[in-house]
């Protein structure tokens, strides 16, 4: 993972992901998150696992939101927990999580859909649908209460694995029993669950690569035994934001996160190190693979 250094003068864009989880089914309790490899000519983290997500569209705000969504608009702005944007931005967050959801992986979320629906409704976009000419032919409603919101992250004005700045919120979901996760073989080549742990492992063994939003979500994830304890996390708290800071390190560069002593922020946001390291051509925490879970 190649290191930026240049300084984006560009506001952040609007951007939502949905970390989409199952219970392991192998009598060991745990979770495994789904995992998507960018495709290396991507200009956004190439080569990268991410979870599945995307920039917002104006078209995600000019959804019929009455009749295609479960949720009032109220309810959605109030669950991000960002009071200086509109009741209709907070939806086309919600919209634009859901919609990268299912192009990227497959995944409908929407009420009584089966793989069927998915297949169905899949099809109808590659004939050139837009995604709610395709809700509206199919008279589905997204179920927005499926996805609950888990933190926002603000790329900074010089990001580190990127030329681009996104403000980003991350969204928890558990996936539908009767669908099957894929990924889409254009903007992504790969796809894999793995328990979070073992994905961190695999990143430490260099066999995948992580960005650091991925990275410290992750090890969010690896303190929950069940979805349904991530799930009740989320619907305990109001999603944190995170701005990482960078910083020069003895020629390294090093990312901070709220509660560290470099950060203008004091109070902790995440579990985990505050810091990162840029070596080995990745993001590392400064102590070793211990240090992740520090």
Not at 130 to 152: E, I, K, N
Not at 195 to 211: D, F, H, K, N, T
């Amino acid at each position: 993972m190649e290191l930026n250094s240049e300084v984006v003068s560009a506001p952040p864009r609007a951007a939502a992901t949905v970390v989409m989880l199952r219970d392991t089914d192998d009598g060991v309790a745990g979770i495994e998150v789904f995992l998507l490899k960018r495709h290396g000519l991507s200009d956004v983290l190439g080569g990268a696992y991410v979870f599945p997500g995307g920039k917002v569209d104006p078209s995600d705000a000019q959804l019929d939101m009455e009749a295609h969504l479960d949720q009032p608009l109220h309810a959605l702005h109030a669950g991000l927990n960002e009071p200086d944007i509109e009741p209709l931005t907070a939806a086309s967050l919600y919209v634009a999580a859901l919609r990268e959801a299912f192009e990227e992986s497959g995944i409908l979320f929407a009420h009584g859909a089966s793989a069927e629906h998915a297949a169905r409704a899949a099809e109808l976009l590659r004939q050139g649908r837009g995604f709610d000419a395709v809700l509206s032919q199919m008279a589905l409603r997204l179920q927005s209460s499926s996805v609950l919101p888990w933190s926002r992250w603000i790329t900074p004005r010089m990001p580190s694995v990127t030329n681009k700045r996104f403000d980003t919120r991350f969204f928890v979901s558990a996936v539908p029993a009767d669908q099957i996760a894929s990924h889409d073989n254009h903007e992504t080549t790969e796809s894999v669950w793995l328990r979070p742990r073992a994905a961190l492992e695999q990143y430490w063994q260099g066999q995948i690569e992580l960005a650091p939003p991925q990275i410290m979500s992750l090890i969010q994830l690896a303190g929950h035994a069940s979805v349904q304890s991530v799930l009740q996390a989320a619907r305990g708290r109001l999603p944190p934001v995170i701005e990482p800071e960078p910083f020069e390190h003895e020629g390294s560069r090093v990312i901070c996160y709220p509660g560290d002593e470099r950060h203008s922020v004091s109070a902790r946001a995440l579990p985990g190190p505050t810091r990162l390291i840029y070596r080995n051509k990745r993001f590392e925490p400064m102590t070793g693979f211990d240090g992740l879970f520090d």
